[in-house]
């Protein structure tokens, strides 16, 4: 079975902090997203990434960042925490050319 | 452009009544259509999928057919259990790019005992 892997399953951070959430596949995955999931909005992708050392943006990159220097890890950055970022975080991964996306159990994100 | 248009919920339902839950697309080109749920606590799970029109996709009793005339991928259980509990998710994800996927905004399934 896939694995798809978040460090946390709750974060509570202040305002102006520097928030990293980690995500890890085990499945030799090359494509890996990042999603914000919000009451009535659904999930909206924030960056995703389809090799090592590449990115893309989303629909919603701004306030965010992304690092993925191995396969299996791709990090989602906060570079300067704000209270309208908190919200449950999902991480994703596929398979290139299989079109299924497996995905975390989530990061329940707290900016107070 | 892509987009996924889903019911909006909650949903309440005793157990063993038949459920269907709406789910309308916008895409160009011809997508994957997709249903995901969401256990309480949990991340999101693929429930079923359908490559092309008419293709009908099932799993633990749950059906959709892909309506290309009408665009449209509902889904639908004959007789729900409280377990079916959950979010249901709609999606797409376009020919052109397989990297991305479209999601609906959810609806939340209650089944009362």
């Known amino acids: 079975d896939v694995k798809v892997t978040q460090s946390s399953r709750y974060l509570v951070k202040r305002t102006g902090e520097k928030v990293f959430l980690e995500c890890v596949q085990d499945?030799?995955?090359?494509?890996m997203f990042w999603y914000r999931q919000d009451p009535g909005l659904g999930l909206r992708l924030i960056y995703f990434s389809y090799d090592v050392k590449m990115k893309e943006k989303g629909d919603i990159p701004e306030g965010y960042s992304v690092s993925r220097e191995k396969k299996e890890r791709f990090s989602l950055i906060l570079e300067s925490a704000s209270t309208n970022q908190t919200s449950m975080y999902l991480c994703?991964?596929?398979?290139?050319?299989?079109?299924?996306?497996?995905f975390g159990a989530g990061t329940r994100l707290s900016v107070l | 452009g892509n987009s996924v248009t889903q019911m909006e919920g909650p949903v309440t339902l005793s157990e063993e009544a038949f459920l269907t839950i709406n789910c309308t697309y916008t895409a160009t080109g011809y997508p994957s259509l997709f249903w995901y749920v969401q256990y309480p606590g949990e991340g999101l799970q693929l429930l079923l999928k359908a490559t092309k029109a008419d293709d009908k996709g099932s799993n633990k009793g749950f059906e959709a057919t892909y309506r290309k005339e009408t665009t449209s991928f509902h889904l639908e259980k004959g007789s729900v259990q409280v377990s079916d509990s959950a979010v249901y998710f709609c999606?797409?994800?376009?020919?052109?790019?397989?990297?991305?996927?479209?999601f609906g905004s959810g609806t939340k399934l209650n089944v009362k005992p």
């Open positions: 499945m030799d995955h090359e494509n």
């Open positions: 994703a991964s596929s398979l290139s050319g299989q079109n299924i996306q497996y």
């Open positions: 999606a797409l994800s376009n020919q052109y790019n397989f990297n991305k996927f479209y």
